[in-house]
């Protein structure tokens, strides 16, 4: 007998907000199936607000409104049982990140977590990764975000270990990343991976996985460092108009794009990673699979 539940995840990021519905299919004597019913996300850049003035604006408090608004209504039409709306580094590095979550509350009936970086990382790892996983090797996880970047280092099938940095595009645009949280980045990327003979990279984000549509590369294959390090001098040479109108990257990607790629390159070459894969998962898979299993 099938069963299909439908469940949400909301994500309000330092560069967008997203809204997944998935469906979840459940049949007897068979693995529990998760699909995506719908993505949309909105441009919401909070972490230009957070990380520059310390608080979200009201110009984008109303719109975080208007946008749960259109979230509610969309889990509404599509018939939602269940969902979660957590908000990472822009909500909880701003100083009114509490009262604007009272006020869409208040506004738009939308209740909203604020979690921490080790939390952002559990959710994430709590993706599909196990299938993706071959039991005799070594992955480092790579999730770049706006306001912070999540390592997770997996050997054998399991988590060993795993850190958020506030490494995050928004930042690195304002200038906001110090040459000191790269070196403690170098130390704890080369620390965790220099027992292990070979390490691949696992990548997640919407840059890492704009990139691996330009290279028209089938899902299952990887990316090269050899591959991302060309697309990074290759997009470094465009200018911001150019990398709208001559690759037709939304304005609120071309920006960002580039130093999300740095991060990824940084972490393959202090980990001595020659590929990463890129397999479509982020915070928002993560949510509706662990409100699945009970762990949120």
């Given amino acids: 007998m099938l069963k299909i539940k439908k469940y949400a995840a909301i994500d309000i990021g330092s560069n967008a907000m997203r809204l997944l519905i998935a469906n979840i299919i459940e049949q007897e004597g068979k693995e529990t199936q998760f699909s995506k019913s719908s993505l949309v996300r909105v441009p919401i ?32 039409v599509h018939k939602v049982e269940q969902y979660k709306a957590f908000a990472t580094s822009a909500m909880r590095e701003a100083y009114n990140g509490k009262e604007v ?79 000191i949280v790269w070196d403690e980045i170098e130390k704890w ?3 965790h991976t220099e027992e292990y003979d070979e390490v691949t990279l696992i990548g997640s984000g919407g840059n890492i996985n704009k990139l691996f549509k330009m290279s028209g590369k089938l899902q299952e294959k990887p990316l090269s460092y050899i591959y ?25 990607r071309a920006d960002v794009i580039l130093p999300a790629t740095r991060i990824y390159l940084n972490a393959m070459k202090w980990s001595g990673a020659r590929n990463i894969y890129v397999p479509k998962i982020g915070l928002a898979d993560g949510i509706v699979k662990a409100m699945y299993y009970g762990k949120i």
């Avoid at 991302?228 to 690759?247: D, G, K, M, P, V």
């Fill in 45 to 76: 850049r909070l972490g230009q607000d957070a990380f520059t003035v310390g608080a979200i604006s009201e110009e984008n408090i109303d719109r975080m409104c208007d946008a749960m608004k259109a979230f509610s209504l969309l889990m509404k």
């Fill in 101 to 179: 979550t009272e006020i869409i509350k208040k506004k738009a009936g939308v209740k909203i977590e604020i979690i921490d970086g080790k939390k952002e990382a559990a959710i994430i790892a709590s993706t599909d990764l196990h299938h993706l996983l071959k039991t005799d090797q070594t992955y480092l996880f790579v999730d770049v975000g706006g306001g912070s970047t999540e390592f997770t280092l997996f050997s054998n099938g399991k988590m060993i270990v795993s850190r958020s940095f506030k490494a995050g595009t928004v930042r690195l645009l304002n200038n906001m990343v110090h040459e």
């Fill in 189 to 191: 990327i080369r620390t």
């Fill in 228 to 252: 991302i390090n060309s697309q990074y001098a290759f997009l470094n040479s465009l200018t911001y108009e150019q990398r709208i109108a001559e690759l037709g990257l939304n304005s609120d």
